[in-house]
């Protein structure tokens, strides 16, 4: 099983027979070219396209476009996408909201919450767990917010954690935001989640191209026992068996 960083909070997971992309935004060289167009959609095997909520860097329109080029294609979206996906009479569309579960021969994906809108997937293919966390984050801006305001945003988010452990309390690969905006406590949410979630390996997304601030959650993780690959460019790769890290 490998993972492709494509960018931002954008992902393909290969496997035997399948490919899972996660939250297309951009491809890894430009909007419409690199990997994902010359090498990922046309990898035999069922493909899957996520989408975890309607905003612009979590969804683009052009996945709609795909089914085309592969008319095996099943869309599992979040249900809040229909107002953005327009009129569409795609039927391979599923929409999900939080608690809906999808299921097929190959995976099986289920819905949990956001702190913003749309949802997060866990999807349990091949045995393993991996979770991708869409917008969900503690989104506590607590540089610029009154405490407050954001001790309520901050419990929002531990509220649905637990709903999440509550399912399970351990994964073996999570893709979840590590974004310096919110400012010296950036990382309070990623760990926050290894804290309460057993993490395998853990990869940062939703940080833009800054790299080093995404690495600085490394040790951080490793004190909860959880790896974690952070990818320095767009396109690159790991096997998730073993950690290969491909350049």
């Given amino acids: 099983m490998k993972l492709v960083y494509l960018y931002h909070s954008g992902f393909a997971l290969l496997g035997e027979g399948y490919t899972i992309v996660f939250d297309y935004f951009e491809d890894s060289r430009s909007a419409d070219k690199g990997i994902l167009h010359e090498e990922i959609l046309s990898r035999e095997g069922q493909l899957y396209v996520l989408a975890s909520h309607s905003h612009y860097d979590h969804f683009n329109r052009e996945v709609l476009s795909w089914s085309a080029r592969r008319p095996d294609i099943v869309y599992v979206f979040s249900r809040d996408i229909q107002l953005s996906a327009g009129n569409t009479h795609l039927r391979t569309i599923h929409w999900m909201e939080k608690g809906d579960v999808f ?20 999807v349990k293919v091949e045995g393993k767990l991996v979770f991708h966390a869409g917008d969900l984050n503690n989104w506590h801006w607590m540089d610029e917010s009154p405490e407050a305001e954001w001790k309520r945003d901050e419990a929002f988010f531990l509220r649905e954690l637990e709903d999440i452990a509550a399912y399970t309390d351990r994964m073996d690969v999570v893709m979840f935001p590590v974004d310096p905006r919110l400012g010296k406590e950036y990382m309070r949410g990623p760990v926050q989640f290894v804290k309460r979630i057993k993490t395998a390996i853990f990869v940062p997304m939703h ?31 790991t096997d998730l068996d073993n950690m290969t890290i491909e350049n």
């Fill in 103 to 122: 299921q097929d021969d190959f995976l099986e994906i289920r819905a949990f919450g956001s702190t913003d809108i749309g949802v997060s997937f866990l």
């Fill in 207 to 237: 940080f833009d191209e800054a790299y080093a601030k995404a690495e600085d959650f490394v040790p951080l993780a490793a004190q909860e026992g959880t790896r974690v690959w952070v990818p320095v460019r767009r396109g690159q790769q």
